[in-house]
């Protein structure tokens, strides 16, 4: 390789890594002791060493920083710039969903730390950072009571857990239809890419008992579908109880055949 290789005048972002931990609606928010932005409120994070990969650099730091043991679900990565001594370079974040474990005990980079509500957030240290907190209120933000409500009204006993409502939103589509601000009808396609195609299967579809038969159903269906579509989706797929006379009548109308199969469950844990 010649000596002056042009690769050594690249803009080469430097790895970074950012924890969004999220407990009842609230994001942790660190108080920043050290520049730059000290003072700020900050999402618990750094730089990846080398030879480390994205995963390891962010269990590393939430230990350096947090003291606590976590388990991660990659979102996506988020470009933005990075400051050192007045100087400043491109860095790409790469930001995990992140559970803790154990009572959170701060290092020195940060002073204090707090539970903010997510919708009342207005900003947050590094323009990376701040994408990040966009994409977090438009994907994260739910009346978690509401949705366990009709979740209750599909199935009784099930149980609707905070962690894995987003991780449902980061592996699927959603769509949600309201009435004067309130939920009352939502449905899920998650895809999935099997040898033969790219599949999706519909969960959850559920209107509310009081906003049957006005045709939400069909709407939030169709919503479903049509993301599907556009992600290049070739089939999807659905089960449904026969007892339940409105549902089966609306897959029906829209076009999709019932499929005789054996349906199997596994119950692992």
């Not at 994001?27 to 994205?54: A, I, N, V």
């Not at 006379?245 to 609306?250: D, F, Y």
Request: aromatic share 10%; proline share 4%; with cysteine.
């Amino acid at each position: 390789m010649s000596s002056d290789c042009e690769l050594c005048n690249f803009r080469n972002p430097k790895g970074a890594v950012t924890a969004v931990i999220i407990q009842n609606g609230r994001l942790l928010m660190l108080k920043r002791s050290e520049e730059p932005f000290k003072g700020m409120w900050d999402l618990p994070g750094g730089y990846m060493q080398e030879m480390e990969t994205p995963e390891q650099g962010i269990l590393r730091e939430l230990k350096e920083e947090l003291e606590v043991k976590s388990k991660t679900t990659f979102i996506k990565c988020f470009p933005g710039y990075g400051y050192w001594k007045g100087d400043k370079f491109p860095i790409v974040s790469h930001a995990f969903l992140v559970e803790i474990q154990g009572e959170i005990k701060l290092n020195e980079e940060n002073s204090a730390y707090e539970w903010v509500p997510l919708k009342e957030i207005e900003s947050v240290a590094f323009d990376s950072n701040m994408d990040i907190l966009k994409f977090l209120k438009e994907k994260f933000i739910f009346d978690l009571d509401r949705i366990r409500e009709l979740v209750k009204q599909l199935d009784p006993s099930a149980e609707v857990k905070e962690q894995s409502l987003y991780k449902a939103v980061l592996g699927g589509y959603l769509a949600t239809e309201y009435d004067n601000g309130i939920l009352v009808g939502m449905g899920w396609a998650f895809p999935r890419q099997t040898l033969l195609r790219k599949q999706a299967i519909v969960e959850d579809m559920i209107v509310d008992e009081s906003q049957r038969g006005k045709g939400l159903g069909y709407k939030v269906l169709n919503s479903v579908i049509q993301q599907a579509k556009a992600d290049g989706v070739e089939v999807v797929e659905l089960t449904t109880n026969p007892k339940r006379e409105a549902a089966n009548k609306l897959y029906q109308k829209y076009g999709f055949q019932l499929h005789t199969t054996n349906h199997y469950l596994y119950k692992v844990i």
